[in-house]
């Protein structure tokens, strides 16, 4: 170790480190800015860095600006506390801080299943280069196995010689509607490629989780990289399957809920993820199990990448077994009947339309000439901002009112607590319920004297 390294290393027992070590988080959406509040209610001293001026603004403010409960109330303690801060200078955060976590995008590559790592490559080459006392860079961003080594090289060689700059890799797990509670109660902490100094700074800002029993996993980088995307790939699995078989219970008869409580009692499979209906959407499943094909494919993992791929396709046509189920429900033709959608968000409790599944079964009928109204409680907004040719109601009586058929697309409480009595009073004659969650009490909404269909539900 050079003496310059010697004096800049940080040290967790200095008066200047009571907190422990400083923390930047690069990149504020969803997951930096779970993240930062996050760091910061576990009382270290944090600044989030982002190139959206508006964002930095809002965020400094204590504003959110998505959906996602408990993190406003976690915002606005970090940002009065005085320890959380938001910046657009890249190199006032890389001064500042001992542990830099970058938690930038990593969308689809426009006209391939690859990842955009563009984002990824900016923040850890900007840090690189601006960085003025030792350092460890952490990736928390869901990449394509073989990035972390690609960039802990990129890094080397652009930090300035003298310091002792490390990068490891710390995969994120957040559900979206329980990021709050996932970051600071995680159910596990995975590291890659850290030394055993790195591997020490992490169990500083992990203290806490790990006081209370969380398993702190250390490995190496590409391991790192695939265990997040894996469990994303064996989620998403799980979903295609018990769709593939809900469409089995329909021709047979069969009532796949039944089928999947039977099932969720054997302890090797569990009851998590096994509810068939819509399938799956949002920022991360759809992208990640992609990105995980493509990469498999550059690898030459051809098992892998034909799993995937079913699972994929199978996903894409739950949407249109929705859409022709409407369609037949309407007698053969959609065009100039009223479709009330009830949901809009990919899943309750956010406001994510990204790779709606909901949105995406509303425009598909409002293209076949349909009058659709979509209510949602909390992506209203979101989604007007994405499919603006749609029509929006603000309530649920709203979305429903002269209905032909009403489809339940997002399983939010509000829906799933209906009154069908009431509902059904604001309909035309004869309404049909299309229940694409299989979250509603069938039973009472049939005794209401509603038609009632599910996706692998016994008639």
Same mark, same amino acid.
């Given at each position: 170790m050079t003496e310059q390294t010697a004096q800049t290393e940080f040290d967790a027992t200095s008066p200047d480190s009571a907190r422990g070590p400083r923390i930047s988080v690069v990149g504020t959406g969803y997951l930096g800015a779970t993240h930062a509040a996050a760091m910061a209610e576990?009382?270290?001293?944090?600044?989030?860095?982002?190139?959206?001026?508006?964002?930095?603004? &809002?965020?400094?403010?204590?504003?959110?600006?998505?959906?996602?409960?408990?993190?406003?109330?976690?915002?606005?303690?970090?940002?009065?506390?005085?320890?959380?801060?938001?910046?657009?200078?890249?190199?006032?955060?890389?001064?500042?801080?001992?542990?830099?976590?970058?938690?930038?995008?990593?969308?689809?590559?426009?006209?391939?299943?690859?990842?955009?790592?563009?984002?990824?490559?900016?923040?850890?080459?900007?840090?690189?280069?601006?960085l003025t006392h030792d350092a460890l860079l952490?990736?928390?961003?869901?990449?394509?196995?073989? =990035?972390?080594?690609?960039?802990? &090289?990129r890094v080397r060689e652009i930090a300035p010689a003298g310091l002792r700059v490390e990068l490891a890799w710390n995969p994120e797990f957040l559900r979206e509607g329980k990021a709050v509670h996932d970051t600071l109660s995680p159910d596990r902490v995975v590291v890659g490629g850290a030394s055993q100094w790195g591997d020490d700074l992490l169990r500083q800002v992990y203290a806490r989780p790990l006081s209370t029993g969380t398993p702190f996993i250390a490995t190496d980088l590409p391991t790192a990289e695939l265990v997040?995307?894996? &469990?994303?790939?064996?989620?998403? =699995?799980?979903?295609?399957?018990?769709?593939?078989?809900?469409?089995?219970?329909?021709?047979?008869?069969?009532?796949?809920?039944?089928?999947?409580?039977?099932?969720?009692?054997?302890?090797?499979?569990?009851?998590?993820?096994?509810?068939?209906?819509?399938?799956?959407?949002?920022?991360?499943?759809?992208?990640?199990?992609? &990105?995980?094909?493509?990469?498999?494919?550059?690898?030459?993992?051809?098992?892998?990448?034909?799993?995937?791929?079913?699972?994929?396709?199978?996903?894409?046509?739950?949407r249109q077994r929705v859409i022709d189920m409407a369609v037949q429900a309407c007698g053969g033709s959609v065009l100039n009947r009223r479709i009330g959608v009830l949901g809009a968000a990919f899943k309750p409790d956010t406001d994510d339309v990204r790779?709606?599944?909901?949105?995406?079964v509303a425009a598909g009928l409002h293209l076949r000439g349909a009058q659709v109204v979509v209510y949602d409680p909390e992506a209203g907004e979101t989604s007007r901002r994405m499919f603006p040719t749609l029509t929006y109601g603000t309530s649920t009586e709203e979305a429903v009112t002269d209905a032909d058929v009403v489809l339940v697309?997002?399983?939010?409480?509000?829906?799933?607590?209906?009154?069908?009595?009431?509902l059904l009073a604001l309909t035309r004659p004869g309404a049909t319920v299309i229940d694409a969650r299989n979250c509603l009490p069938a039973d009472a909404w049939r005794q209401a004297g509603w038609t009632y269909r599910g996706l692998g539900a016994a008639r």
């Open positions: 576990l009382g270290f001293d944090v600044i989030g860095v982002d190139v959206d001026p508006a964002k930095v603004e &809002a965020l400094s403010a204590g504003k959110v600006p998505f959906y996602e409960p408990g993190l406003p109330e976690l915002l606005v303690r970090g940002v009065e506390s005085g320890r959380l801060r938001f910046t657009t200078d890249l190199a006032e955060a890389a001064a500042f801080a001992d542990v830099h976590f970058v938690c930038v995008g990593t969308p689809q590559r426009p006209g391939s299943n690859g990842a955009d790592l563009r984002y990824v490559e900016a923040a850890f080459e900007g840090l690189a280069q601006h952490v990736g928390k961003s869901t990449v394509p196995v073989g =990035t972390g080594a690609r960039m802990a &090289a997040k995307v894996s &469990a994303n790939a064996f989620l998403a =699995t799980k979903i295609s399957f018990i769709n593939a078989i809900s469409q089995v219970c329909d021709k047979a008869g069969a009532d796949v809920t039944v089928l999947s409580d039977a099932l969720g009692h054997d302890v090797r499979i569990g009851r998590q993820f096994l509810n068939a209906g819509l399938g799956f959407g949002g920022g991360c499943l759809p992208k990640d199990i992609r &990105a995980l094909m493509h990469r498999a494919g550059e690898l030459g993992a051809d098992s892998l990448v034909a799993l995937m791929q079913d699972v994929d396709e199978i996903n894409m046509w739950q790779d709606s599944p909901a949105l995406n697309l997002t399983e939010w409480p509000v829906f799933r607590q209906a009154d069908p009595t009431q």
